[in-house]
């Protein structure tokens, strides 16, 4: 499966890398306000998103503790 370059990196002048992904971004209202590829692909994402995952568990147990 090919997905869309969404990232370039050039060292000195030239081009090392292409990266190719998913991005979608939302805003407070969850409506979509940019997209590149196929954002209702089903995907497995990475470890590089553990730390959105665990922002998110940090806000949950926040908002847990100040319901007590």
Known sequence: MTH???AEEYRGGKLENLHQGLVC???AQQDVIYEK???YEQVFYRSAMKPI???KVRR???L???EK
């Open 25 to 27: 971004a939302v805003n």
């Open 37 to 39: 590829g196929d954002i």
């Open 53 to 55: 995952s665990a922002a």
């Open 64 to 66: 847990m503790i100040m």
């Open 60 to 62: 949950m147990k926040f």
């Open 4 to 6: 869309q370059i969404i």
